[in-house]
């Protein structure tokens, strides 16, 4: 059974910075695309961003030169860089492998907000 922890998110002002972590446990996530995804207050959760094995990603256009995402195989562990915040970022953000998605973890939220 893995198990997802993210981490990192908080409330930033317009324009500002945060990087999220999460760390997974149970298997080895090396052989998994895995990707971020966020859900807003009375929306569907949607796919930010995705990397692959070998690391070529995938942004929504929403975020593309805005947000980076990493992968560091040997911790198990997949990161979201996120610059010049935006208040249609606030949301909750979770980690999972992209397409057949593991159980969901907790999720870390994102306020942007002055």
């Known amino acids: 059974q893995v198990q997802l922890v993210e981490s990192g998110g908080g409330l930033v002002q317009p324009g500002g910075s945060l990087r999220l972590s999460c760390a997974a446990s149970?298997?080895?996530?090396?052989?998994?695309?895995m990707a971020w995804y966020r859900q807003a207050p009375g929306k569907q959760r949607e796919l930010v961003a995705r990397?692959?094995?070998?690391?070529?990603?995938y942004y929504l256009d929403s975020v593309k030169g805005r947000f980076t995402i990493s992968r560091d195989n040997a911790k198990n562990t997949v990161s979201l860089q996120m610059s010049s915040l935006k208040p249609e970022d606030t949301a909750v953000y979770y980690c999972?492998?992209?397409?057949?998605?593991?159980?969901w973890g907790q999720g870390t939220q994102v306020t942007v907000s002055s």
């Open positions: 999972n492998r992209f397409g057949f998605t593991w159980a």
């Open positions: 149970g298997s080895i996530f090396s052989g998994y695309v």
């Open positions: 990397v692959a094995q070998e690391g070529s990603t």
